[in-house]
């Protein structure tokens, strides 16, 4: 039986022998049976590492010691790897073991060279790579000599690289076994690695080959710097040679063993490969590629003009593709919807269905379906902008409009248009849309927005839209209820979020639009006869925000607590959730129980993260709406919230009433009112999202009671299991009673699980290609971290970095440091003096929030949590769009002394 095997050769090993022969093993067994040129060879499997293992009578108390490791403990890890090492050098082969050792070594060629290496059971799978993680022995001669390197490949599996990579990969070191590759070793005059899709790039059609002289360790060890070579597998040119300086090669000894020979001055700057040999090593990947079908990163050697593959492995640093994948051969760009909607965490299934819903395919009738603009990949939202750029005004407009979201964003798409082969490639239109149908869907939207401009009073205005958000809940919730529970009740949900969009068309788009467009006209119209200041205040301190209404209600639940000393103390001594558990205990507590059940009413259905319908809202866990009310009481006074929003208010209304003086008598009317349709139209820039979150809230109610009836029907494990559905499978799954979709959702929960870990791309290609582009300000002083201007102010002082507001509390002055922010990180902003984040541009939350309290913000300053570490004194330069480290934690420290 092959399950009790103690060795299996090359052509007898299969990808279904992993458990057996590990990644390393499985992929060359695998590769020589599909015909591909490896050298011949066998794996010596776990059952025989467990064997030798077994025989070593510390091991047991060994792997108990690994178990309690402290996470990330160099100094521990470091003595029990050593300690497990020497005593495994003393343990003897069995006799067993070691005889079908020597018996297959002699059915190949016992006097030849061979390799010995590592192939851990968990290794070069998809989810995580260990490659190198143990050790490797080349040039191995002699029976004693490759059971010598044999013994000390089992040992490395306790390397310290080794235990510490198991240990933060959530890897059991009792559950993780080797084999053992021994392969016949070929000596090459050139060898190298193969990436069938560019690691830098990520463009899947384009191969990335190293090549240098001698074995390949030395390429693989980073000693020398290797030829670059790239290809276009579509046309299988050459497109690009970098040669690299190749100091020296590794080369085999005689009697066994390596030796480093220095390269002398042509060997060092000559071209390893020539054309034909580069693009024969592209359609031998490719063909690799393809049998495996995902791309791979492969391990070759050209001896006496041979090729050999050494070893394949599936590259785990690449981002998803876009799926769904378009269907015609056109190269389509798609734009990162998370970072527009500066939210970057990965989304659960249900919630990216949930936006693909709520994206209109410009139908205001009929059932509900998915966009097909809106994709997924790596847990985040796309939207293909493809069909708009195939349009000269899209090509125009689609940048711009992106540079409101985030300036990086739009750089990259820029980028893209401009390449010749991008507008090669865009897919052909059966009939580009006439003047007449742009006007159609534009047009209604366009009229709102002059009558809102120019003749209609913009409080009632403001008003009506406000009461509008209701009123259009409140009909959703009741066509949803009527309905019979099941099936047909989630059919009504689904088409209520698919009509979502044409609920508040024309108004609430026309009322986002006059507040943008009143600002810019305004500062058009003013031109250099305005106070640049003056241009800022008036848009701050506005009133009808619905976020910043909430916000300011957490300001009073603050206020509320401190009308009871006893309830301030019992605030600032217990843990969250316990302050809101036992707070009806504390005396003075029955205002505020009263103030936080009407807040919860009315704002209880956000929280961070919100537009993921799986993460939890305030209603769900208030932790971090208690985190808000804590950090006031600790930093703020009682009503100073209230009293800086008049301030700012009444800051912005003598701006307004400065710009009409400075206007002149001819536009000073036009001036005047356009003051007055930017201060109430643009507070209905939140109007929106505010619906659909709402909107949102009743689906997620539904969704969880569905949940809890699969539950009970035995269908699904757990509440979570649902948000790892689409809305469509979900209804099918309820109306097939027979249906299992459990092991679709424990894949799924592992795909999410994995997303975590990826950095998503603002800009990506169908091609897989991430596009990047760096910001650059001229002039910027030596360190700076240039980003994006988002509002205006110069601040300097002590940087906190929050990657979570369940956890975080805010200090007074001091300065926010966050991958993103939307409203349920808001009221952070209380005590923050400046904002700087990672995502986001002009017109997202953070940046009109942090206008409106009138604090500088500097936005898509790309890895600025990890480039700022709390406690260091940073400036803020709110105008110029750059932020400055001026001092280190400890000098920062001593600096407050």
């Known amino acids: 039986m092959k399950n009790n095997s103690i060795i299996l050769p090359f052509n007898e090993i299969g990808t279904a022998d992993l458990p057996l022969v590990g990644g390393k093993g499985a992929n060359l067994g695998e590769m020589t049976r599909a015909g591909f040129p490896v050298p011949p060879g066998f794996c010596l499997t776990t059952n025989a590492f467990r064997t030798f293992i077994n025989s070593c009578p510390q091991m047991a108390s060994f792997y108990t010691d690994l178990a309690n490791l402290p996470d990330e403990d160099l100094v521990a890890t470091r003595k029990i790897g050593a300690d497990i090492r020497q005593t495994l050098q003393t343990v003897s082969i069995s006799d067993e073991v070691a005889t079908a050792i020597r018996q297959t070594l002699q059915t190949l060629d016992p006097n030849a060279a061979y390799a010995v290496r590592s192939s851990a059971t968990a290794e070069d799978l998809p989810d995580a790579s260990f490659a190198g993680q143990q050790d490797t022995y080349l040039n191995v001669r002699g029976e ?43 000596l090459p005059e050139i060898s ?37 070579y790239r290809v276009d597998t579509r046309s299988n040119q050459l497109i690009e040679v970098k040669i690299g300086n190749k100091k020296l090669a590794i080369r085999p000894l005689p009697n066994g063993g390596t030796v480093q020979e220095t390269l002398n001055d042509a060997q060092r700057t000559a071209q390893v490969l020539n054309e034909k040999q580069a693009v024969t090593l592209t359609q031998l990947g490719q063909k690799i590629e393809a049998h ?10 050209i001896a006496d003009g041979q090729i050999y593959l050494l070893q394949t492995r599936p590259i785990t640093t690449l981002y998803p593709l876009p799926s769904p994948r378009p269907n015609d051969d056109a190269l389509h760009l798609y734009v990162s919807l998370s970072h527009a909607q500066v939210m970057t965490d990965p989304i659960k299934t249900m919630g990216i269905s949930i936006w ?118 409140a009909a959703n919730q009741q066509r949803i209820a009527v309905q019979p529970p ?57 009133s009808g925000n619905v976020t910043t209404e909430m916000d300011l209600a957490v300001g009073d639940l603050a206020d509320l607590v401190r009308q009871s000393p006893e309830l301030v103390t019992h605030f600032q001594q217990n843990p969250p959730l316990e302050v809101l558990a036992t707070a009806h205990e504390i005396p003075g507590s029955a205002p505020f129980l009263a103030g936080w059940k009407q807040f919860l009413s009315q704002y209880g259905m956000r929280g961070p993260s919100e537009i993921d319908i799986s993460r939890l809202r305030w209603r769900e866990d ?92 035995g269908r699904l494990e757990q509440i ?17 009673e027979g249906g299992d979709l459990r092991p679709l959702i424990v894949q799924r929960r592992a795909e999410f699980a994995r997303y975590h870990k990826l950095t998503p791309p ?78 986001g541009g002009l017109m997202t939350h953070g940046s009109v929030v942090a206008r409106e309290y009138g604090i500088p913000a500097v936005v898509g300053v790309p890895n600025v949590t990890q480039e700022i570490k709390t406690g260091q004194r940073v400036r803020v330069h709110g105008d110029a769009g750059f932020v400055e480290i001026l001092q280190d934690v400890e000098e920062a420290t001593l600096s407050r002394l």
Not at 162 to 174: S, T
Not at 720 to 736: K, N, P, V
């Open 144 to 186: 004693t000599a490759v059971l010598d390197a044999i013994r000390r490949c089992w040992a490395s599996l306790f390397t310290d690289r080794a235990i510490l990579y198991r240990q933060q990969n959530g890897f059991d070191h009792q559950e993780v076994a080797l084999s053992v590759v021994v392969q016949q070793m070929v």
């Open 486 to 542: 099941g099936v047909a009740r989630l059919r009504q949900a689904r088409q209520e979020i698919g009509q979502a969009m044409f609920n508040f068309v024309p108004n609430f788009p026309a009322l986002v639009g006059s507040g943008i467009v009143s600002q810019r006209l305004l500062a058009k119209l003013m031109g250099n006869r305005a106070n640049p200041d003056d241009l800022t205040a008036v848009a701050r301190g506005l």
């Open 622 to 713: 208030p932790t971090s709406l208690l985190q808000f009310v804590i950090g006031n009481l600790q930093h703020s006074t009682a009503g100073s919230h209230r009293t800086h929003h008049a301030q700012m208010a009444a800051n912005g209304k003598a701006a307004g009433k400065r710009l009409v003086v400075a206007a002149g008598w001819l536009r000073r009317p036009l001036v005047r009112r356009l003051i007055r349709d930017g201060r109430h139209y643009t507070p209905g820039r939140e109007h929106p999202k505010f619906y659909l979150i709402k909107l949102m809230d009743i689906v997620k109610e539904l969704l969880l009671e569905t949940a809890e009836t699969l539950i009970a029907n």
């Open 356 to 473: 693909k819903l709520l994206f209109p395919t410009l139908k205001p009738s009929g059932p509900a379906s998915y966009s097909q603009s809106i994709t997924a990949a790596g847990g985040r939202m796309y939207m293909d902008m493809t069909h708009l750029l195939n349009l000269r005004l899209g090509r125009k407009a689609v940048p711009a409009f992106l540079t409101m979201a985030d300036e990086m964003m739009a750089a990259g798409t820029k980028a893209v248009i401009a390449r010749p082969a991008f507008q090669q490639r865009l897919p052909k239109l059966a009939q580009k849309p006439s003047l007449r149908d742009v006007f159609y869907y534009i047009g209604p939207i366009f009229k709102t927005a002059v009558s809102f401009l120019f003749f209609r009073d913009p409080e009632q205005v403001l008003a009506e839209q406000t009461a509008a958000i209701d009123r259009l809940v």
């Open 192 to 228: 190298g690695i193969l990436f069938t899709a560019d690691p830098i790039s990520q463009n899947r059609h384009i191969t990335s080959i190293d090549a240098s002289y001698g074995l390949g360790e030395a390429l693989v060890a980073g000693l020398v710097s290797a030829d670059l």
């Open 762 to 839: 603002r800009v990506i290609t169908s091609d897989g290609e991430i596009v990047t582009v760096q910001l650059h300000r001229d002039g910027l002083p030596a360190g700076a971290l240039a980003g994006s201007a988002a509002s205006s102010g110069t601040v300097e002082g002590i940087a906190k970095v929050v990657l979570d507001p369940n956890k975080d509390v805010l200090a007074k002055g001091e300065i926010l440091i966050a991958p993103f922010t939307d409203p349920g990180w808001t009221p952070l902003f209380i005590n923050a003096a400046a904002l700087v984040m990672e995502v």
């Open 720 to 736: 979570d299991d649902i948000w790892h559905l689409d809305f469509h499978e979900l209804i099918d799954f309820m109306a097939d």
């Open 292 to 301: 495996y079908g995902q791309p791979q990163d492969i391990e070759w050697a």
